[in-house]
RNA sequence: GCCGGUGUAGCUCAGAGGUAGAGCAGCUGAUUCGUAAUCAGCGGGUCGGAGGUUCAACUCCUCUCACCGGCUCCA
């Protein structure tokens, strides 16, 4: 019998039942190695699945996203097979692609070495060179079930009893057989460059009560370009750590005699973060907030009061004097509560924006912090405002504003998620309901497309979650904006309406840049540490030829650092070659060169940190360049 | 917090049951040299910390701290 399939490009072809995609591939381009799947009536399905009903028919290449995926869940297969035939007694558990590979977890009485992983590579080629035939199995649940228990694999038959099918697939290579839903390859000579990456411990299911296997991170691709690509990038990445950078430029450090995750800002570093500062301030106070500021610590029965010694006990910091209790700081709010419950708020006074650059102070479990990018001391660029419900659309549009603003001075991208109400949560429903629509409607408004996350809320109010994009395209959370029901009613917090009733008042919680040691990291790690005109800790350096000219040099530092450029001066007694790479690795914007030449024509050789040599200019040339570049322009 | 790894000079790293080494940096001197590394000499370490085994520990064992890669968490 014969069944009609239309292929992408509307030509019909007809084949017989119970051949594959593949037997087509073959007809139709002689091959099929540039296909890895294929899609019938828009269900992805293997090449070698044979064709049981007619319609729409199109491959999917190794190098689209799909592809790819498929690519490195078949490589996880393969990496699977591998291993249990290595190490008997090895249960198998789950082992899906990632973003840039895949991985698979393993229960294992030890863990894998990196001998281990270069002895799982090598059989993995093995049985490439084999060319195993992958084939698919379907089998009813119990089936299925009454399967992986005889082959003693627990954890697939806890999958099984979750899946709500009556009917599952099975995929078998050779001796290996997986419960998994596919596509894959035809069979395991399609697979072609991979590479074991990494080792490290996963609890089953993410869930830190269940028991720690043994997950092999791996990736995969179509090409040895590509994986070449790849490991560029990744040493691309660590070229521009901040941890590393933050110690070549002399930007920060951390002590273990001062405590583990407490930054220590270095000058550069520091003048860094004052001009972020400055940048916030300024910004803010012409958006309409007011500049506020509380202490770092607060009486204990004050947070008791807030709910958080019940839910955030454990990230705070203590201290007690004379029997009373303090908590440091954890976050901003309780002060800026208090002041707006000093008095008595009518609603012509509302929308109040109180802002804060707060340092705040969170116990981070050990083996998370990283750097600059989860440190246990902090300083947020934190706001809380409150408004009348009538108001919070106009707010989250304003607060939205604010972010698309600054991401876009630095030139990050950003995806926008919204979640909504958990389980179990506070506040009636119908607050809910209106919050959460402010917040789509906000992002509507303004033409933003985003991700719902269903149930992901915090218990006290729905949030939008900004994550940004870095220039190595790797995504950051950094900006949030937080309903938050459960305080006002905690503190009572209240306004008089127009008819002279108390209300009560939404309170949103927004950080644009959200911690200014974590937004610091993803800059440094973004520019490569090369940063614009206008953030370099040191915007020029002047240097000298000889010695002849060391007054001159600084009468020209002097003269620019007047002018409020931060220049420094290398007058060092070596080869101006030495002093240029050198400040060329501190990636310093501009040197200026002053020789003989320059002196008595009154100017500087300018050299640029991007283009090189610039031949001669004048002081106030310079300064007008560097005045100009560090102008920082900012969306209404 | 959990799994695995690492901790040797300011930095990057080598070494090893008989009490340590390189490059860079630093210091001193020479050189005054025009767009990415001038030359020479010198100093520098209780081998992360505590305890144990041993005639002897930087090396082996236990604990601990920190860091790295993950997991998890991020009311």
């Known amino acids: 019998m014969e069944i009609r399939l239309i292929l992408e490009d509307d030509q019909e072809v007809q084949v017989p039942s119970g051949s594959t995609p593949l037997d087509l591939l073959r007809r139709l381009d002689g091959t099929g190695d540039r296909w890895i799947a294929a899609r019938l009536n828009g269900r992805l399905i293997d090449l070698n699945a044979p064709l049981k009903e007619g319609g729409r028919l199109s491959f999917i290449p190794y190098d689209s996203k799909e592809g790819l995926e498929i690519l490195r869940h078949s490589t996880s297969h393969l990496m699977a097979q591998a291993v249990q035939q290595l190490y008997p007694g090895v249960h198998v558990t789950i082992g899906p692609a990632t973003e840039d590979g895949f991985y698979y977890d393993f229960d294992f009485s030890r863990a894998f070495t990196p001998d281990d992983l270069q002895r799982i590579e090598e059989r993995m080629k093995e049985l490439v060179d084999q060319d195993i035939p992958i084939r698919r199995m379907e089998m009813s649940r119990e089936e299925a079930l009454d399967f992986f228990r005889k082959r003693g694999e627990p954890y697939k038959v806890e999958l099984i009893k979750e899946i709500d099918e009556p009917v599952v697939s099975l995929y078998e290579q050779g001796d290996f057989v997986d419960l998994c839903r596919g596509p894959h390859v035809p069979s395991t000579g399609k697979l072609r460059v991979f590479k074991l990456m990494k080792v490290a411990g996963a609890y089953w299911r993410g869930d830190e009560h269940n028991k720690m296997l043994q997950r092999i991170y791996g990736t995969a691709f179509p090409t040895e370009e590509g994986l070449r690509d790849y490991l560029r990038w990744l040493e691309e990445a660590e070229r521009r750590d901040h941890r590393r950078l933050g110690r070549q430029l002399d930007l920060f450090s951390f002590h273990d005699e ?15 973060r004052w001009i972020l500062e400055d940048l916030e301030k300024r910004e803010h106070l012409r958006r309409g907030y007011h500049m506020v500021i509380g202490p770092q610590m607060l009486r204990a029965e004050l947070w008791e009061r807030s709910g958080h010694m019940e839910y955030y006990k454990d990230y705070m910091y203590f201290t007690e004097k004379d029997g009373q209790i303090f908590a440091i700081k954890p976050m901003n709010c309780l002060a800026h509560i208090l002041i707006y419950n000093s008095k008595i708020r009518s609603y012509r006074d509302l929308p109040i924006r109180y802002f804060e650059l707060g340092t705040v102070h969170r116990h981070e479990k050990t083996g998370v912090r990283h750097g600059l990018l989860r440190a246990r001391g902090f300083t947020q660029d934190d706001a809380h405002l409150f408004c009348r419900p009538d108001q919070l659309h106009d707010e989250i549009q304003g607060i939205l504003k604010f972010v698309r603003d600054m991401m876009g001075l630095f030139g990050f991208s950003f995806d926008l998620e919204i979640s909504t109400r958990p389980e179990k949560a506070f506040g009636e429903p119908e607050i809910w309901e209106r919050a959460t629509r402010a917040l789509q409607e906000s992002l509507e408004s303004l033409g933003y497309a985003y991700r719902i996350n269903e149930g992901e809320g915090a218990f006290y109010g729905p949030k939008i979650d900004v994550k940004l994009r870095d220039a190595l ?35 949103l919680h927004r950080v644009i840049l959200g911690s200014l040691e974590r937004f610091i990291g993803i800059l440094i790690e973004h520019y490569g540490g090369a940063f614009p005109v206008w953030l370099a800790p040191v915007q020029a350096v002047v240097m000298n030829i000889t010695d002849a000219q060391r007054e001159y040099a600084q009468q020209v530092t002097r003269e620019l650092r007047a002018a409020g450029i931060r220049v420094e001066e290398d007058l060092r007694n070596e080869k101006l070659g030495l002093k240029i790479r050198e400040n060329q690795l501190q990636k310093v914007p501009y040197m200026l060169i002053v020789g003989n030449r320059e002196m008595e024509r009154g100017g500087v050789s300018l050299r640029s940190r991007e283009e090189g040599d610039l031949g001669f200019a004048t002081l106030k040339e310079v300064l007008e360049r560097i005045r100009r570049e560090s102008e920082v322009v900012l969306g209404s």
């Open 258 to 272: 001062a405590g583990s995750g407490l930054v220590i800002y270095h000058p550069k570093g520091a003048i860094l």
């Open 473 to 507: 395209n790797r995504s950051w959370q950094c900006a949030t904006i937080q309903c938050d029901f459960f305080l006002p009613e905690r503190f009572d917090l209240t306004y008089v309406d127009a008819s002279g009733e108390r209300k009560r008042p939404v309170m």
